[in-house]
């Protein structure tokens, strides 16, 4: 006899433990299954445990450099076995306030293997054996893995994904080759960078970070490269062989040309796809698109009263757009009004996108939200654009952090703001100012009315206002 619930989510990652957590907030029983450690990817081995890693690689950074600020030391190094404790125990703190809300909230945490049978019953493998639990809804929130490139040396010592350079206990990245110049290659490359690393980054595209803002991207190389990072564009790792270490052969894909770079760890940062290994039954088809599973504009499947959301689902893959998906369900299963937007809709002349901010966690960090002025021409959207650089910002000049810009964007006939790029210490902050006044769709006068704080970083966003209505 399966137990009965209201609703069931398969995976525990931000999506999954949103979801339940709302769902028990409007009063439905919630089970949460998942194989692995509750907060899926991102909390385990993702977003806390790579900015734990980015935070403690920074302030070793920044002592090496303390001299210009009146500091002095003798003698500095790091311990990256004392390093990776410390993102262990804000992992496991970060996990441990999300088990204290599931047991408020009386969500029951089932630990074990899904697969989802028809009559929405789910068949659960664990420690315990096989057990079955059906309800009147199920959401899919089973998240990403890795992509493994296809090259030979691919399964070499010292090759592996982001996964295995998280959990490394001891030093071993002297000389660091990084496949994929996107978030992860190149946050990835800040912390290895910091800690002394000769860091090489190898990236497909025309530029890194795409397809974000090309002036953006060209930005963050520049930094990256006056930091020592070498970055290869338009190239790929076609062989990895063993000789006297690692030895990456890099082709560039417009000349063909090919050179060798020796490395003592080569990471693979090059995606993720939807992880739905062993997810459906035989007695259980849903249809799928581009190797994602396939929904409507509510999220749900083609098999009525199944649901999925974030990563097995979302092009964009972050953290905070499989919360926002989890509310949209939720609130709609509930029937309640919504509190985020999810969906295209008519504004005006115009059609308003829905409003994802992107961070970075580079040295500075980047963040952006809407539309970049490329997409504006793109769209047919006259624009007006505010460009403010941070060498002449006063906390950037106290904190010898003086490259960077903010980019405003702004619609050119009501001056409603539809976009904003940003490279500074504290952009993935100040970004949530950006995020808001697009989602209320406020115009520069209305922005410029509110006083921001001397000396703070965000003073340049008063500056970008004032460049785009001169």
């Known amino acids: 006899m399966a137990i009965k619930y209201d609703l069931i989510i398969i995976g525990a990652g931000p999506g999954g433990y949103t979801a339940a957590l709302k769902a028990a907030g409007f009063g439905m029983k919630v089970a949460v299954i998942e194989r692995d450690k509750l907060g899926g990817v991102c909390i385990n081995r993702g ?22 600020f009146g ?12 390093m990776q404790d410390y993102k262990k125990r804000s992992v496991k703190r970060y996990r441990g306030e999300i088990e204290k809300l599931f047991e408020k909230n009386k969500i029951d945490y089932i630990k074990g293997t899904a697969t989802i049978r028809r009559g929405k019953t789910v068949e659960v493998n664990s420690e315990n054996g096989k057990e079955f639990f059906q309800a009147d809804r199920i959401i899919i929130a089973t998240g990403a893995r890795p992509v493994k490139p296809e090259i030979p040396g691919i399964d070499l010592p010292g090759v592996g994904n982001s996964d295995r350079l998280l959990s490394a206990p001891s030093w071993n990245y002297d000389r660091v080759v990084i496949m994929g110049g996107g978030v992860i290659g190149v946050e990835f490359a800040t912390i290895f960078q910091a800690l002394c690393s000769k860091v090489t980054i190898v990236e497909r595209g025309p530029h890194l970070l795409s397809p974000m803002d090309g002036e953006v991207a060209a930005a963050l190389k520049q930094q990256l490269t006056e930091k020592g990072i070498t970055i290869y564009c338009n190239s790929v790792v076609e062989e ?18 090919v050179h060798t770079t020796k490395a003592t760890q080569v990471v693979s940062a090059i995606g993720r796809v939807p992880y739905i290994d062993g997810l459906f039954g035989e007695d259980v088809t849903l249809k799928m698109e581009e190797g994602r599973i396939r929904v409507n504009e509510d999220f749900e499947t083609s098999e009525p009263g199944i649901y999925a959301i974030g990563d097995v689902v979302a092009s964009t893959q972050l953290a905070h757009v499989a919360m926002a998906q989890a509310t949209y369900v939720i609130e709609n299963i509930a029937g309640q009004a919504h509190s985020i937007r999810l969906k295209a809709v008519p504004s005006g002349m115009y059609v308003s996108l829905p409003i994802v901010p992107n961070c970075i966690y580079t040295e500075p960090e980047i963040a952006t939200v809407g539309i970049t002025e490329q997409k504006a021409r793109e769209l047919g959207m006259p624009v007006r654009c505010g460009v403010y650089r941070m060498d002449g910002n006063g906390k950037s000049i106290i904190a010898r952090e003086e490259n960077g810009f903010i980019r405003l964007i702004f619609e050119a006939y009501n001056n409603t703001i539809v976009g904003a790029q940003i490279i500074c210490p504290r952009a993935t902050d100040m970004i949530g100012e950006m995020t808001t006044a697009i989602a209320n769709g406020l115009t520069a006068k209305q922005l410029s009315m509110a006083m921001r704080a001397h000396p703070t970083y965000s003073e340049g966003i008063g500056a970008a206002i004032e460049d785009a209505m001169r």
Do not use: W, Y
């Open 47 to 68: 977003c806390i445990p790579t900015k734990a890693l980015l935070h403690a690689s920074s302030i070793f950074s920044m002592m090496q450099h303390s001299d210009v």
């Open 71 to 82: 500091v002095s030391t003798d003698f500095i190094s790091f311990d990256f076995g004392k």
């Open 240 to 257: 990895i062989t063993e000789e006297e270490g690692l030895n990456c052969h890099i082709r560039n894909l417009e000349t063909e040309e």
